[in-house]
T-cell receptor, first 111, second 115 residues
């Protein structure tokens, strides 16, 4: 059983299209992070959201933390081939004794 | 910024042998280290959490006698895959939380291939 469920699992789109990735859980988290990972490398942190309802923007990426702090979304505007990668949400316990990743969304942006 | 150095980056070993993977925190003290494994095109699965000076906590389904974790100092955690088999071939990666912050620093990963 996955603590953090992401959808969709796979996404293949054309350059210029918009997309949204969802991360859902039945648990409440004090914070949630989004990462992007390239094959053979470690994940790279994109953003940390802390407050319920919080919205953060990183260029063409918009991240939102649900009001109840159980879910989050990542929206990419005008996707580019360089956005291709594995997107992972992740969250941990307040005392850092656990840190779990979501099931992942594999994004492929075709030129 | 905080750096976790992970070695080796790639290792090929024969079935039945043991392989040790090291993760060192270079400029901060890592009292906790998370160990993950990742199969191709899948997410990172938490295997265990190591804590300096105490026994590691393993996730359900992870064999503690097969994946030996040692966290002997505040800057070094090791994962030893004992009696490796081809099904243990995977990408292993460590991560340390930065106490007081929300950041987690990741090692660069180890690609293990058991032949």
């Amino acid at each position: 059983t996955q603590l953090l469920e992401q959808s969709p699992q796979f996404l293949s789109i054309q350059e210029g299209e918009n997309l949204t990735v969802y991360c859902n859980s039945s648990s409440v988290f004090s914070s949630l992070q989004w990462y992007r990972q390239e094959p053979g490398e470690g994940p790279v942190l994109l953003v940390t959201v802390v407050t319920g309802g919080e919205v953060k923007k990183l260029k063409r990426l918009t991240f939102q933390f649900g009001d109840a702090r159980k879910d989050s979304s990542l929206h990419i505007t005008a996707a580019q081939p360089g956005d291709t990668g594995l997107y992972l949400c992740a969250a941990g316990a307040n005392n850092f004794n656990k840190f779990y990743f979501g099931s992942g969304t594999k994004l492929n942006v075709k030129p | 910024g905080a750096v976790v150095s992970q070695h080796p980056s790639r290792v090929i070993c024969k079935s039945g042998t043991s392989v040790k993977i090291e993760c060192r925190s270079l400029d901060f003290q890592a009292t906790t280290m998370f160990w993950y494994r990742q199969f191709p095109k899948q997410s990172l699965m938490l295997m265990a959490t190591s804590n300096e000076g105490s026994k590691a906590t393993y996730e359900q389904g992870v064999e503690k006698d097969k994946f030996l974790i040692n966290h002997a100092s505040l800057t070094l955690s090791t994962l030893t895959v004992t009696s490796a088999h081809p099904e243990d071939s995977s990408f292993y990666i460590c991560s340390a939380p930065q106490q007081g912050l929300y950041g987690y620093t990741f090692g660069s990963g180890t690609r293990l291939t058991v032949v």
